[in-house]
Nanobody, 121 residues
Framework: QVQLVESGGASVQAGGSLRLSCVAS????????MFWYRQTPGEGRQFVSS???????GYADSVKGRFTISRDNANNTVYLQMNSLKPDDTAMYYC???????????????WGQGTQVTVSS
């Protein structure tokens, strides 16, 4: 089973920065696609950013130019550097891995437990 553990969430003031980490235990899996999502109470999870194994990244319009995703394949870790934080960035942030394995067909998604980011004005 893929296990994802997020960390780095905290309470910060607007304009501040945070760096989220997601450590993946993915023995015997191939997780080429990694994502960050966020969710506020009463809302569905929203896409924030994605990255492929070779480092190709994508971002939601709301975070472009402020957030940067990266990954360390050797240590199975994905990062989200968040700069110029706004109160609207307040949410629980989740890491997701889309993985293949020899014993099933196609991609399966795995989620972490989330890390809370709170930005005050």
């Amino acid at each position: 089973q893929v296990q994802l553990v997020e960390s780095g969430g905290a309470s910060v003031q607007a304009g501040g920065s945070l760096r989220l980490s997601c450590v993946a235990s993915i023995s015997r899996y191939q997780c080429n696609f990694m994502f960050w999502y966020r969710q506020t109470p009463g809302e569905g999870r929203q896409f924030v950013s994605s990255i492929t194994h070779d480092g190709s990244a994508g971002y939601a319009d709301s975070v472009k130019g402020r957030f940067t995703i990266s990954r360390d394949n050797a240590n199975n870790t994905v990062y989200l550097q968040m700069n110029s934080l706004k109160p609207d960035d307040t949410a629980m942030y989740y890491c997701k891995a889309s993985c293949t394995a020899d014993w099933y067909v196609g991609l399966r998604d795995y989620w972490g437990q989330g890390t809370q980011v709170t930005v005050s004005s």
